[in-house]
């Protein structure tokens, strides 16, 4: 967590208190570092009587009789509470909005943390030739920033769960082959239209059911890694695909001219299947790190 910076009149304890209210059933990134810094400051947090989640906005939760909100400014906008005093200056942070019972709290500013191995994940997709693209919510200063520090290819801002599904259905028209790979709430619905969807191990649990695949940790290499496997895996079926063929054919012509007796037959049989077989051996991984 970056800052933290309460409303005219509220104070650091109870916004994050009113924050860790709502946070307390979240499955959310944030959720973990609103509730670690509310912890560290001593701040108790109940747990809500009634918890709600909207898709790309935040959270209503509801503790007693007030109503505690805690998300984007958009949120709070439809609610019709004011924020005022807060502003992003583009300083890569991304801001989270409180208000209860009708009350502006205040703004948490909370900056992302690029996992270490994301860069080098990222330029090795690039060097397979794969385009990347990163679909986020949060605002333009974060997405840009997160942007340019990974090298990816393509970036797109302020998206909701919708919008994500939209621009995915949208490559896949263009006839594009799309792997998407997320970890939260609002990646489920863009994850299950992909042409393959890949969650992260440490996500949410419909970002897993969304999926076709989920990578075991949080190592993006590991992806990188699956792709070179998969393209490997795939060359090597279609070369075995081939050379049956050729092999196939040949023996057949052979046949039509009187000119493959049973030893022979027996011979090319045996010496092509080893063949294949030992071209298949390539994808073991001692063959692969030779």
């Not at 810094?37 to 109940?46: C, G, I, P, Q």
């Not at 076709?212 to 993006?220: E, F, H, P, T």
Request: with cysteine; hydrophobic share 45%.
């Amino acid at each position: 967590m970056v800052d933290v910076q309460p409303a005219n009149g509220a104070s650091v304890e109870s916004l994050l208190a009113s924050a860790a209210i709502a946070e307390r059933l979240s499955e959310h990134p944030f959720a973990t570092a609103i509730l670690r810094k509310a912890s560290a400051m001593s701040v108790l947090a109940a747990e809500p009587d009634e918890f709600a989640y909207e898709p790309g906005k935040g959270i209503r939760a509801i503790l007693g009789k007030q109503e505690v909100l805690v998300g984007s400014r958009a949120l709070l906008q439809e609610c019709g509470i004011a924020v005022n005093g807060a502003s992003n200056k583009g300083d890569g942070s991304s801001e989270v909005f409180v208000a209860r019972d009708g009350s502006y709290l205040g703004c948490l500013k909370l900056a992302d943390t690029l996992r270490p191995e994301a860069k080098e994940a990222i330029h090795g997709l690039r060097e397979s030739g794969v385009r990347t693209l990163l679909l986020t919510g949060d605002v333009e200063s974060v997405a840009t920033s997160v942007a340019k520090a990974l090298g990816v290819d393509e970036v797109e801002w302020r998206l909701l769960p919708a919008q994500k599904l939209q621009r995915i259905e949208a490559l896949l028209r263009e006839g594009k082959k799309v792997a998407m790979v997320g970890d939260g709430i609002n990646d489920a619905p863009a994850l299950s239209q992909a042409t393959v969807g890949i969650a992260m191990g440490s996500g949410t649990d419909v970002a897993r059911e969304s999926a076709d695949i989920v990578l075991l940790g949080n190592d993006l290499l590991k992806f990188v890694e699956t792709v070179r496997i998969a393209r490997r895996c795939r060359r090597i079926i279609l070369t075995n695909f081939v050379g049956t063929l050729l092999v196939d054919g040949a023996g057949v012509g052979l046949a039509a001219f009187g000119m493959l007796n049973p030893l022979l037959a027996a011979f090319i049989h045996v010496s092509s299947e080893l063949a294949f077989i030992l071209n298949s051996a390539r994808l073991l991984p001692g063959a692969q790190r030779a």
